[in-house]
């Protein structure tokens, strides 16, 4: 599937050089032989995948349009619903649930023509910057697999990497999108808050949650967010903003764009990365865009802001796993109150039963306004810091991590460490705008760096303008 992009499948489809199903079991069997180098899935779909496939071929006999990702193998991150299909969030708690619905983004992929060939890895509910929390085992970074593949979308962003999936699925609350796409040498997009709907997201932080995409070309993942994007009345915080032609905004021209430079974000930066970025602005400049100096002042609040509010939506999210429905049971309680207390103790990881702990305790009596409102204040801050920077820029350009893909275990005994390794994609989701990564180049030992390109809200045209140009410019 490497050698695929959605545009490829579409002219070879159109060419008969080969058809959606031969596509779709090809896709099958490279997933097959390659996860277990990886763990990047946790099921394979081949009976859904054929069926769509075969729809995508037939309508192509009839000389029907069969849509913009005909044929094209995608993966979902497994915290997004899929009928039929098991969507375990990686928790023993739900380990053997399966849907009675789809996902709005599900239904549009497949409406498409997209082909679901299976569900993507992930940190347990979502929570964690490794993909080492998932209670199936930990996803391997396709570029080193020594090396995690970042979170919480590990998983789908590994699948791109590794050339089972043209493009995928993933979830972003606080940077497990961006963060993964970097750490796997590809592009991953977290649009607007609002601008995808997260009907059949399981929800992690409501107020954060976000569906967007991953793919080897800024192209690719222009298209499949036209897709999935859009109003959805089974979502209240969807937007009614129009969905814009992406594919359109990718002229390869940024000349007299303004490209803010954060001086926050370069403070201290390692030059493995750092070196990478500066030289990404560079060839920005040389492209005929103006490069800005800019504050973001409250940026040194924003780790703690994101961790109060976070948990604490976590907390009051993950409160309905509690044994009576439909997840997991302990069968070692004898009263009610070991129910809920044996079942939870057994169906969360360590990892989310510390972030409910957290957040039960900032929004418990006596610590709510100390905490909880605080932050929530302090967040309004950091929106209102990118606010009045788009008065001066079209686009900010950053970092996404201040180091390349760490080892496997490597943090994984150090929680603070793990969550600072999202300090620089936390600010863009306290703020709901959209922002990026997209590759620019590998460090010394050949790990993947990317380029954060955020933008102001709705204007993801201008985020994969600039990073279309970039792309091109430096292939």
Do not use: W
Request: some cysteine; overall charge negative; hydrophobic content about 40%.
């Amino acid at each position: 599937m490497s050698a695929h992009s959605i545009s490829s499948i579409r002219e070879g489809l159109a060419a008969k050089t080969f058809s959606a199903e031969e596509i779709a079991r090809e896709a099958l069997a490279f997933a097959e032989a390659e996860n277990p180098k990886t763990n990047a899935y946790l099921a394979l779909s081949p009976e859904r995948a054929l069926a769509a496939a075969r729809a995508v071929d037939a309508k192509l006999a009839k000389g029907e349009d069969p849509g913009a990702l005909a044929g094209v193998p995608v993966a979902v991150k497994d915290v997004i619903v899929t009928r039929g299909l098991k969507t375990t969030c990686a928790s023993k708690m739900l380990e053997n649930y399966v849907p009675p619905y789809d996902a709005t983004a599900v239904i549009r992929l497949e409406q498409a023509g997209g082909v679901i060939v299976g569900k993507a890895n992930c940190d347990e509910f979502a929570m964690g910057s490794s993909n080492e929390n998932s209670a199936f085992g930990p996803v391997r970074n396709p570029m080193a697999l020594d090396r995690v593949p970042g979170g919480s979308s590990g998983g789908s962003a590994a699948v791109v990497a590794q050339g089972t999936a043209v493009v995928s699925l993933g979830s972003d609350t606080g940077g497990s999108i961006r963060q993964p796409a970097s750490f796997c040498g590809i592009s991953g997009v977290t649009p607007t808050y609002g601008r995808v709907s997260r009907y059949g997201l399981t929800a992690f932080a409501s107020s954060l949650d976000h569906i967007g995409p991953f793919a080897r070309s800024v192209r690719d993942a222009a298209t499949l967010l036209g897709v999935i994007a859009g109003r959805d009345e089974m979502d209240a915080t969807s937007a009614f903003s129009p969905v814009p032609d992406y594919t359109a905004a990718l002229t390869g021209d940024v000349r007299g764009l303004k490209i803010g430079l954060p001086r926050e974000y370069f403070e201290g930066l390692a030059s493995e990365t750092g070196d990478r970025i500066h030289a990404a602005v560079e060839t920005l400049r040389k492209l005929g865009c103006e490069v800005v100096d800019i504050q973001l002042p409250h940026t040194q609040y924003a780790i703690a802001c994101y961790y109060i509010i976070a948990t604490a939506e976590a907390s009051a999210n993950l409160a309905r796993y509690d044994g009576v429905r439909y997840t997991l049971r302990s069968a070692s309680a004898q009263t009610l109150s070991d129910m809920y207390r044996l079942s939870r103790e057994e169906g969360f990881g360590a990892e989310v039963k510390r972030r409910i702990m957290l957040g039960t305790y900032v929004l418990s009596a006596g610590y709510y306004d100390a905490y909880y409102l605080k932050a929530q204040r302090v967040r309004t801050l950091i929106a209102q810091d990118f606010a009045q920077a788009f008065e001066k820029v079209d686009a900010i350009v950053a970092p996404v991590s201040p180091f390349p893909a760490f080892k496997l275990g490597e943090k994984v005994d150090d929680p603070v460490s793990m969550y600072l390794s999202d300090i620089y994609t936390i600010t863009g989701s306290l703020a709901g705008i959209p922002c990026m990564s997209v590759p620019c180049g590998n460090t010394s030992e050949g790990l993947p760096v990317g380029l954060q390109i955020l933008t102001k809200h709705f204007d993801e045209s201008t985020m994969f303008r600039v990073a279309d140009a970039y792309e091109r410019a430096s292939k």
